[in-house]
Protein backbone atom coordinates (compact mmCIF):
# COMPACT_ATOMS: atom_id res chain seq x y z
CA UNK A 1 0.00 0.00 0.00
CA UNK A 2 1.12 3.42 -1.20
CA UNK A 3 2.40 5.90 2.20
CA UNK A 4 -0.24 8.86 1.17
CA UNK A 5 -2.79 6.13 1.82
CA UNK A 6 -1.62 5.51 5.59
CA UNK A 7 -0.47 8.75 6.40
CA UNK A 8 -3.05 11.65 8.22
CA UNK A 9 -5.43 13.01 5.86
CA UNK A 10 -3.82 16.69 7.39
CA UNK A 11 -0.82 16.25 5.94
CA UNK A 12 -1.11 15.43 2.30
CA UNK A 13 -2.23 19.08 2.39
CA UNK A 14 0.63 20.44 3.81
CA UNK A 15 2.67 23.32 1.59
CA UNK A 16 6.32 22.84 3.13
CA UNK A 17 7.71 26.26 5.04
CA UNK A 18 10.04 27.46 2.62
CA UNK A 19 12.93 29.42 5.06
CA UNK A 20 14.68 31.98 3.59
CA UNK A 21 18.15 30.96 1.93
CA UNK A 22 20.90 29.72 4.11
CA UNK A 23 24.32 31.27 3.47
CA UNK A 24 25.69 27.93 2.55
CA UNK A 25 22.99 27.46 -0.28
CA UNK A 26 23.85 30.53 -1.84
CA UNK A 27 27.64 29.70 -1.60
CA UNK A 28 27.27 26.67 -3.39
CA UNK A 29 25.79 28.22 -6.14
CA UNK A 30 27.66 31.45 -5.82
CA UNK A 31 31.00 30.61 -4.63
CA UNK A 32 32.13 32.00 -1.09
CA UNK A 33 31.93 35.69 -0.91
CA UNK A 34 31.45 38.35 1.69
CA UNK A 35 27.67 37.48 1.86
CA UNK A 36 24.73 39.29 3.74
CA UNK A 37 21.93 37.23 4.97
CA UNK A 38 18.99 39.94 5.29
CA UNK A 39 16.25 37.22 4.51
CA UNK A 40 15.71 35.88 8.05
CA UNK A 41 15.13 38.26 10.59
CA UNK A 42 18.12 37.04 12.64
CA UNK A 43 19.92 39.26 14.83
CA UNK A 44 23.38 40.51 12.88
CA UNK A 45 24.63 41.82 16.24
CA UNK A 46 24.52 38.27 17.01
CA UNK A 47 24.16 36.88 20.74
CA UNK A 48 25.47 38.28 23.88
CA UNK A 49 28.71 37.30 24.73
CA UNK A 50 27.60 35.99 28.18
CA UNK A 51 25.35 33.54 26.52
CA UNK A 52 29.11 32.12 24.46
CA UNK A 53 30.61 32.08 27.92
CA UNK A 54 28.03 30.20 29.36
CA UNK A 55 27.74 27.38 26.21
CA UNK A 56 31.74 26.95 26.58
CA UNK A 57 31.44 26.68 30.34
CA UNK A 58 28.39 23.90 29.89
CA UNK A 59 30.13 21.65 27.07
CA UNK A 60 31.42 18.93 28.80
CA UNK A 61 28.45 18.10 30.39
CA UNK A 62 26.62 17.33 27.24
CA UNK A 63 27.03 14.26 27.77
CA UNK A 64 24.16 13.95 30.49
CA UNK A 65 20.11 14.38 29.03
CA UNK A 66 18.96 18.21 29.58
CA UNK A 67 16.66 19.36 32.56
CA UNK A 68 13.57 18.48 31.23
CA UNK A 69 11.28 21.21 32.76
CA UNK A 70 13.78 24.13 32.02
CA UNK A 71 13.43 25.01 35.85
CA UNK A 72 16.37 27.40 36.18
CA UNK A 73 15.26 29.28 32.96
CA UNK A 74 11.39 28.91 34.04
CA UNK A 75 11.96 30.49 37.23
CA UNK A 76 14.09 33.43 35.63
CA UNK A 77 11.18 34.20 33.11
CA UNK A 78 8.79 33.99 36.14
CA UNK A 79 10.56 36.50 38.20
CA UNK A 80 11.37 38.93 35.11
CA UNK A 81 7.37 39.20 33.97
CA UNK A 82 6.28 38.87 37.63
CA UNK A 83 4.21 35.37 36.87
CA UNK A 84 4.32 32.19 38.68
CA UNK A 85 6.38 29.35 36.65
CA UNK A 86 3.01 27.54 36.50
CA UNK A 87 2.64 29.95 33.33
CA UNK A 88 5.70 29.44 31.83
CA UNK A 89 6.69 26.68 29.11
CA UNK A 90 9.53 26.23 27.37
CA UNK A 91 10.30 24.33 24.23
CA UNK A 92 12.39 24.21 21.27
CA UNK A 93 11.74 27.58 19.41
CA UNK A 94 8.34 29.19 19.03
CA UNK A 95 7.81 26.54 16.27
CA UNK A 96 7.30 23.85 18.28
CA UNK A 97 5.25 25.51 20.67
CA UNK A 98 2.84 26.42 17.92
CA UNK A 99 2.55 22.47 17.23
CA UNK A 100 2.29 22.13 20.74
CA UNK A 101 -1.06 24.30 20.64
CA UNK A 102 -2.73 22.28 17.82
CA UNK A 103 -1.69 18.85 19.18
CA UNK A 104 -3.39 20.09 22.52
CA UNK A 105 -6.77 22.15 21.07
CA UNK A 106 -7.25 21.18 17.63
CA UNK A 107 -9.40 18.29 16.78
CA UNK A 108 -10.66 17.31 13.60
CA UNK A 109 -12.59 19.73 11.85
CA UNK A 110 -11.93 22.37 14.28
CA UNK A 111 -11.46 25.67 12.73
CA UNK A 112 -8.15 28.43 13.03
CA UNK A 113 -8.66 32.03 12.44
CA UNK A 114 -5.95 33.69 11.07
CA UNK A 115 -4.18 36.52 8.98
CA UNK A 116 -3.23 35.85 5.03
CA UNK A 117 -0.62 36.31 4.67
CA UNK A 118 0.94 35.57 8.09
CA UNK A 119 3.14 33.03 9.37
CA UNK A 120 2.80 30.22 7.69
CA UNK A 121 3.71 27.58 10.16
CA UNK A 122 -0.21 28.08 12.17
CA UNK A 123 -1.56 26.60 8.58
CA UNK A 124 0.66 23.74 8.67
CA UNK A 125 0.36 22.72 12.19
CA UNK A 126 -3.79 23.32 11.65
CA UNK A 127 -3.84 21.01 8.56
CA UNK A 128 -1.91 18.40 10.24
CA UNK A 129 -4.68 18.28 13.43
CA UNK A 130 -7.31 17.63 10.72
CA UNK A 131 -8.68 21.21 11.71
CA UNK A 132 -9.46 23.59 8.83
CA UNK A 133 -7.88 26.99 8.56
CA UNK A 134 -9.34 30.04 7.89
CA UNK A 135 -7.58 32.69 6.80
CA UNK A 136 -8.79 36.38 6.55
CA UNK A 137 -6.67 38.92 4.13
CA UNK A 138 -4.99 41.79 5.51
CA UNK A 139 -6.72 45.28 5.47
CA UNK A 140 -3.60 47.90 4.80
CA UNK A 141 -0.98 45.31 5.42
CA UNK A 142 -2.58 44.64 9.05
CA UNK A 143 -4.70 41.91 10.68
CA UNK A 144 -8.58 43.30 9.96
CA UNK A 145 -9.82 42.24 13.32
CA UNK A 146 -12.89 42.87 12.32
CA UNK A 147 -13.28 40.44 9.57
CA UNK A 148 -11.57 38.28 11.43
CA UNK A 149 -14.22 38.39 14.43
CA UNK A 150 -17.02 37.99 11.52
CA UNK A 151 -15.24 34.38 10.72
CA UNK A 152 -15.62 32.59 14.32
CA UNK A 153 -18.08 30.34 14.99
CA UNK A 154 -19.01 27.62 17.11
CA UNK A 155 -16.26 25.49 15.15
CA UNK A 156 -13.73 28.00 16.58
CA UNK A 157 -10.90 26.48 19.06
CA UNK A 158 -8.19 29.25 18.25
CA UNK A 159 -7.53 32.21 16.57
CA UNK A 160 -3.48 33.41 15.91
CA UNK A 161 -2.59 37.04 16.13
CA UNK A 162 1.16 37.26 15.10
CA UNK A 163 1.67 40.84 16.43
CA UNK A 164 3.82 42.65 14.78
CA UNK A 165 3.18 40.55 11.98
CA UNK A 166 4.99 38.55 9.70
CA UNK A 167 5.64 39.66 6.92
CA UNK A 168 4.50 43.18 6.95
CA UNK A 169 5.63 44.13 10.47
CA UNK A 170 2.50 45.78 11.07
CA UNK A 171 0.68 45.40 14.79
CA UNK A 172 -2.76 46.10 15.88
CA UNK A 173 -3.68 48.85 18.22
CA UNK A 174 -4.17 48.39 21.56
CA UNK A 175 -8.37 49.65 21.03
CA UNK A 176 -9.04 47.07 18.33
CA UNK A 177 -7.73 44.06 20.22
CA UNK A 178 -9.35 44.75 23.65
CA UNK A 179 -12.81 45.55 21.58
CA UNK A 180 -11.95 41.93 19.45
CA UNK A 181 -11.11 40.12 22.64
CA UNK A 182 -14.73 41.43 24.33
CA UNK A 183 -16.42 39.92 21.67
CA UNK A 184 -14.67 36.44 21.35
CA UNK A 185 -17.10 33.54 22.47
CA UNK A 186 -14.98 32.11 25.85
CA UNK A 187 -14.59 28.35 23.38
CA UNK A 188 -11.89 30.29 21.46
CA UNK A 189 -7.71 30.50 22.47
CA UNK A 190 -5.56 33.73 21.11
CA UNK A 191 -2.69 32.90 20.49
CA UNK A 192 -0.73 36.12 20.19
CA UNK A 193 3.01 35.72 18.53
CA UNK A 194 4.96 38.12 20.06
CA UNK A 195 7.76 36.60 18.30
CA UNK A 196 9.31 40.64 17.01
CA UNK A 197 7.43 42.28 20.25
CA UNK A 198 11.08 43.55 21.26
CA UNK A 199 11.04 45.85 18.66
CA UNK A 200 7.81 47.67 18.76
CA UNK A 201 7.91 51.11 19.49
CA UNK A 202 4.52 52.34 19.68
CA UNK A 203 3.23 53.29 23.55
CA UNK A 204 -0.52 52.02 22.36
CA UNK A 205 1.19 48.48 21.68
CA UNK A 206 -1.54 45.24 22.97
CA UNK A 207 1.11 43.98 25.17
CA UNK A 208 0.57 40.48 25.88
CA UNK A 209 2.02 40.38 29.37
CA UNK A 210 -0.98 42.30 30.64
CA UNK A 211 -3.49 39.87 29.53
CA UNK A 212 -1.73 36.87 30.71
CA UNK A 213 -1.81 38.51 34.25
CA UNK A 214 -5.72 39.14 34.38
CA UNK A 215 -5.81 35.37 33.48
CA UNK A 216 -7.48 36.16 30.11
CA UNK A 217 -7.67 33.28 27.70
CA UNK A 218 -4.41 34.02 25.51
CA UNK A 219 -0.93 32.01 25.03
CA UNK A 220 1.50 34.57 23.94
CA UNK A 221 4.38 33.32 21.98
CA UNK A 222 8.51 34.67 22.56
CA UNK A 223 11.39 33.36 21.83
CA UNK A 224 14.95 33.85 22.24
CA UNK A 225 15.38 33.94 18.29
CA UNK A 226 15.40 37.78 17.67
CA UNK A 227 16.53 40.13 20.03
CA UNK A 228 18.39 37.48 21.96
CA UNK A 229 20.45 36.08 18.63
CA UNK A 230 19.94 32.59 19.68
CA UNK A 231 18.17 31.20 16.63
CA UNK A 232 20.74 28.47 16.01
CA UNK A 233 19.99 27.06 19.71
CA UNK A 234 16.23 27.31 19.03
CA UNK A 235 14.88 28.08 22.30
CA UNK A 236 10.99 29.73 22.68
CA UNK A 237 8.42 30.02 25.25
CA UNK A 238 4.87 30.20 25.78
CA UNK A 239 2.83 32.30 28.53
CA UNK A 240 -0.78 32.12 29.61
CA UNK A 241 -2.98 30.43 32.60
CA UNK A 242 -1.92 27.48 34.36
CA UNK A 243 -5.04 25.38 33.17
CA UNK A 244 -3.83 26.32 29.69
CA UNK A 245 -0.22 25.64 29.87
CA UNK A 246 -0.59 22.44 31.79
CA UNK A 247 -2.57 21.13 28.41
CA UNK A 248 0.53 22.16 26.57
CA UNK A 249 2.93 19.79 28.91
CA UNK A 250 0.31 17.18 28.20
CA UNK A 251 2.04 17.00 24.37
CA UNK A 252 5.89 18.28 25.52
CA UNK A 253 8.43 16.09 24.54
CA UNK A 254 10.51 15.16 27.78
CA UNK A 255 13.66 16.71 26.86
CA UNK A 256 12.76 19.62 23.83
CA UNK A 257 15.94 22.26 24.84
CA UNK A 258 18.97 21.02 25.48
CA UNK A 259 21.70 21.94 27.78
CA UNK A 260 23.54 24.47 25.62
CA UNK A 261 20.59 26.27 24.59
CA UNK A 262 18.98 26.18 28.07
CA UNK A 263 22.14 28.16 30.09
CA UNK A 264 22.44 30.66 26.86
CA UNK A 265 19.12 31.64 27.47
CA UNK A 266 19.26 32.52 31.25
CA UNK A 267 22.14 34.57 30.38
CA UNK A 268 21.22 35.95 27.25
CA UNK A 269 17.83 36.91 29.63
CA UNK A 270 20.30 38.60 32.08
CA UNK A 271 22.54 40.49 29.63
CA UNK A 272 20.15 43.46 29.22
CA UNK A 273 22.82 45.73 27.79
CA UNK A 274 23.48 43.47 24.82
CA UNK A 275 19.31 43.45 24.58
CA UNK A 276 19.66 46.80 24.40
CA UNK A 277 22.32 47.42 22.11
CA UNK A 278 20.06 45.03 19.97
CA UNK A 279 17.21 47.27 19.87
CA UNK A 280 18.85 50.19 19.27
CA UNK A 281 21.00 48.61 16.42
CA UNK A 282 17.27 47.95 14.53
CA UNK A 283 15.47 51.60 15.53
CA UNK A 284 18.86 53.16 14.14
CA UNK A 285 19.37 51.27 10.71
CA UNK A 286 15.34 51.41 10.29
CA UNK A 287 15.38 55.05 9.87
CA UNK A 288 18.51 54.88 7.86
CA UNK A 289 16.59 52.46 5.16
CA UNK A 290 13.45 54.54 5.43
CA UNK A 291 14.94 57.68 4.15
CA UNK A 292 17.57 55.61 1.61
CA UNK A 293 14.39 54.09 0.11
CA UNK A 294 12.30 57.32 0.61
CA UNK A 295 15.12 59.09 -1.72
CA UNK A 296 14.75 56.06 -4.11
CA UNK A 297 10.63 56.62 -4.53
CA UNK A 298 10.06 53.24 -3.22
CA UNK A 299 7.16 51.99 -1.23
CA UNK A 300 7.33 50.12 2.16
CA UNK A 301 5.60 49.00 5.22
CA UNK A 302 6.24 51.24 8.28
CA UNK A 303 7.08 48.36 10.66
CA UNK A 304 7.87 47.60 14.17
CA UNK A 305 9.89 44.98 13.77
CA UNK A 306 13.44 44.20 12.64
CA UNK A 307 12.80 43.43 8.69
CA UNK A 308 10.97 46.17 6.61
CA UNK A 309 8.55 45.13 3.94
CA UNK A 310 9.53 46.95 0.64
CA UNK A 311 7.62 47.25 -2.83
CA UNK A 312 10.15 46.72 -5.59
CA UNK A 313 7.84 47.16 -8.09
CA UNK A 314 8.98 44.81 -10.34
CA UNK A 315 9.19 40.84 -9.74
CA UNK A 316 11.29 40.87 -6.67
CA UNK A 317 12.57 37.24 -7.76
CA UNK A 318 14.57 39.05 -10.32
CA UNK A 319 15.35 41.93 -7.34
CA UNK A 320 16.55 38.62 -5.62
CA UNK A 321 18.92 36.89 -8.27
CA UNK A 322 20.18 39.99 -9.07
CA UNK A 323 21.11 41.03 -5.67
CA UNK A 324 22.71 37.65 -5.13
CA UNK A 325 25.17 38.41 -7.28
CA UNK A 326 25.95 40.72 -5.16
CA UNK A 327 26.68 38.47 -1.98
CA UNK A 328 22.80 40.19 -0.86
CA UNK A 329 20.44 37.06 0.64
CA UNK A 330 16.71 38.68 0.78
CA UNK A 331 13.40 37.23 1.14
CA UNK A 332 11.32 37.49 -2.12
CA UNK A 333 7.48 38.14 -1.24
CA UNK A 334 6.08 35.45 -3.90
CA UNK A 335 5.54 33.32 -1.21
CA UNK A 336 2.60 35.48 0.16
CA UNK A 337 1.09 36.62 -2.72
CA UNK A 338 3.09 39.70 -3.09
CA UNK A 339 5.27 39.42 -6.05
CA UNK A 340 6.26 42.69 -6.57
CA UNK A 341 7.76 42.95 -2.79
CA UNK A 342 10.00 41.80 -0.49
CA UNK A 343 11.13 41.12 3.26
CA UNK A 344 14.43 42.85 4.48
CA UNK A 345 16.22 42.21 7.44
CA UNK A 346 17.56 45.47 9.08
CA UNK A 347 21.07 44.53 9.72
CA UNK A 348 24.32 46.32 11.30
CA UNK A 349 24.89 49.66 9.71
CA UNK A 350 27.24 47.94 7.36
CA UNK A 351 25.11 45.73 6.40
CA UNK A 352 22.40 48.51 5.77
CA UNK A 353 24.77 50.52 3.83
CA UNK A 354 25.68 47.95 1.46
CA UNK A 355 22.13 46.42 0.71
CA UNK A 356 21.55 50.20 -0.32
CA UNK A 357 24.30 50.05 -2.65
CA UNK A 358 23.34 46.80 -3.88
CA UNK A 359 19.72 48.02 -4.70
CA UNK A 360 20.88 50.67 -6.90
CA UNK A 361 22.95 49.22 -8.68
CA UNK A 362 19.96 46.68 -9.46
CA UNK A 363 17.79 48.97 -10.08
CA UNK A 364 18.99 52.07 -11.73
CA UNK A 365 22.22 50.58 -13.37
Known sequence: ?????????????????????SIEEVQKEFGAKRWIKLASNENLLGPSPKAIAAIRKELP?????????????????AERFAISEGMVVISNGADNLILMIANAFVDEEDEV???????????????????????????????????????VNRKTKLVFICNPNN??????????????????????????????????????????LDYIREKRQIIVLRTFSKVYGLAGLRIGYALG??????????????????????????????????????????????????????????LYVPSQANFIFIDFEKDSGEIFQALLREGIIIR??????????????????EDNRRFIKALKKVLFQ
Open 167 to 208: PTGTTVSLESFNYFLSHLPKHVIVVLDEAYGDFVEDAFYPNG
Open 1 to 21: MKAENLARKGILKIESYIPGK
Open 241 to 298: KEDLVNCLYQVRDPFPVHRLAQVAAVAALNDEDHAVKSIQLVYEGKRYLYKELDRMGL
Open 113 to 151: VMADPTFPVYTNVTQIMGGKPIKVKLKDFTHDLDTMLKK
Open 332 to 349: PGKIWGYSTFARVTIGRM
Open 61 to 77: TIYLYPEGPCTVLRKAL
